[in-house]
C-alpha cells in the first residue's frame, strides 16, 4: 500500500496509523493504460507531489512571517501611544503642583 504524504501528514508504513480516507485504488489512472508504482516511479511520483507543496509552504511561512511582523507593529504603536500618554500625564502633574505651590505662596 502506498499513500502519499503531506508536509502536515507524512507517509507511513503502519497500516493502523493510515488515513482511512486515503485508500489507493486498483483501477488504472486512465481507460486502457495501466501504471505500475516500482520503487524508482513511486519515488519519483512522491518527490514531484513534495515539490508541488513547496509553494503551499512557503505561503504558510510567508503569512507567518507578516503575521508576526503586524503583531509587532501594533505593539510598537500601543508603546508609543503610552509613552506619550505618560509624558502627557507628567507635564500635567507638574503643572498642578506648580498651581499647588503659587496657592500655598499667596
Same mark, same amino acid.
Given at each position: 500500500?502506498? @499513500?502519499?504524504?503531506?508536509?502536515?501528514?507524512?507517509?507511513?508504513?503502519?497500516?493502523?496509523? $493510515?488515513?482511512?480516507?486515503?485508500?489507493?485504488?486498483?483501477?488504472?489512472?486512465? %481507460?486502457?493504460?495501466?501504471?505500475?508504482?516500482?520503487?524508482?516511479? #513511486?519515488?519519483r511520483q512522491n518527490r514531484n !507531489? +513534495?515539490? $508541488?507543496?513547496? %509553494?503551499? &509552504?512557503? &505561503?504558510? +511561512? !510567508?503569512? !507567518?512571517d507578516r503575521l508576526r511582523e #503586524? *503583531?509587532? $507593529?501594533?505593539? =510598537?504603536?500601543?508603546? #508609543? @501611544? =503610552?509613552?506619550?500618554? /505618560?509624558?502627557? #500625564? *507628567?507635564? +500635567?502633574?507638574?503643572? +498642578?503642583?506648580?498651581?499647588? @505651590?503659587? =496657592?500655598?505662596? /499667596?
Amino acid at each position: 500500500m502506498t @499513500a502519499i504524504g503531506t508536509i502536515d501528514r507524512p507517509p507511513t508504513h503502519d497500516p493502523k496509523k $493510515q488515513d482511512p480516507t486515503m485508500h489507493p485504488t486498483s483501477e488504472p489512472f486512465a %481507460p486502457g493504460t495501466t501504471h505500475e508504482r516500482t520503487g524508482a516511479t #513511486a519515488s519519483r511520483q512522491n518527490r514531484n !507531489h +513534495a515539490m $508541488q507543496l513547496i %509553494p503551499e &509552504a512557503l &505561503a504558510r +511561512a !510567508h503569512m !507567518h512571517d507578516r503575521l508576526r511582523e #503586524a *503583531e509587532s $507593529q501594533r505593539r =510598537a504603536v500601543r508603546l #508609543a @501611544a =503610552a509613552r506619550r500618554m /505618560q509624558r502627557r #500625564a *507628567e507635564r +500635567a502633574s507638574l503643572r +498642578a503642583r506648580r498651581a499647588l @505651590a503659587m =496657592a500655598v505662596m /499667596q
